[in-house]
């Protein structure tokens, strides 16, 4: 059977990669072999984008969108461990986020239709079988990103944040009916999230779902 394929969206500091990591080991335990992975990626242009973010790299927004979309390509296709592939060979596949990120982030200063347009090649090779949503104030996030880190990326100030939620919630809008959302509160602790979330995941899981 081809497997699931899941994405986990949210702003930074929503507690994505928390509850990959537990829905991973929920998975595993039902019996769901899991691919965990994340994008940016750690491939070559996954790196160029994390200089891009960090600021060692200025570039227009215009071409940060693209290759945004040329890294996500190269996560579905590349031929040592191309998402499509794993998908067709059953595994369940888990991405920290994936191209709504694209359509929240980058909507920010690109109009939102575009961004859409852009990402369409990865719409029509893989798109998920649900896309996990955890809401959270950008105050909240921003508290927890302070907590952990000692710097702090390009897009991560409450303004840029607040904006960015905001676009996520106006492409969930527009893309209501192609795409399976759900959106979950994330400001509660770890484990009424991770149960929470399960609840819905597993619902997709039978063989008919
Ligand atoms: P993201 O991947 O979305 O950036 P993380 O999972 O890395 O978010 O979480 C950001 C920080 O907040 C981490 O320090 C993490 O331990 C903490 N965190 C995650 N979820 C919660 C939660 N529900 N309540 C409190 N702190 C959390
Ligand atoms: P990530 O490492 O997931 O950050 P965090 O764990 O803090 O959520 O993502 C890095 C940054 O890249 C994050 O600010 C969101 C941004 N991003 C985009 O702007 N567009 C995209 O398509 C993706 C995948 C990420």
């Not at 991973?24 to 242009?45: D, K, V």
């Not at 945004?68 to 369940?92: I, S, W």
């Not at 390009?154 to 676009?167: C, S, Y």
Request: aromatic share 8%; glycine share 6%.
């Amino acid at each position: 059977m081809r497997g699931r394929f899941f994405a986990l969206e949210g702003i930074d500091g929503s507690g994505k990669s928390t509850q990959l990591e537990l829905l991973a080991r929920r998975l595993e335990q039902a019996g769901f072999p899991c691919l965990t992975t994340c994008e940016p990626t750690a491939g070559p242009i996954g790196s160029l984008l994390r200089q891009v973010l960090t600021g060692q790299i200025p570039c227009d927004s215009r071409v940060v969108a693209p290759l945004f979309t040329a890294d996500r390509l190269d996560h579905l296709l590349n031929g040592e461990n191309g998402l499509c592939r794993a998908v067709e060979r059953g595994l369940t596949v888990l991405s920290d986020r994936y191209y709504f990120s694209s359509y929240a982030y980058q909507s920010v200063d690109l109009p939102l239709e575009w961004v859409i347009e852009v990402n369409r090649p990865c719409a029509q090779l893989l798109r998920p079988t649900a896309t996990v949503f955890i809401d959270v104030s950008p105050e909240l996030a921003l508290a927890r990103i302070a907590q952990n880190r000692e710097r702090t990326e390009l897009f991560e100030t409450e303004d840029r944040l607040t904006r960015t939620r905001e676009q996520y919630l106006k492409a969930f809008e527009l893309e209501k009916d192609r795409e399976q959302v759900v959106l979950i509160p994330g400001d509660r602790d770890v484990e009424t999230i991770a149960s929470d979330i399960w609840s819905t995941i597993s619902t997709f899981l039978s063989p008919g779902a």
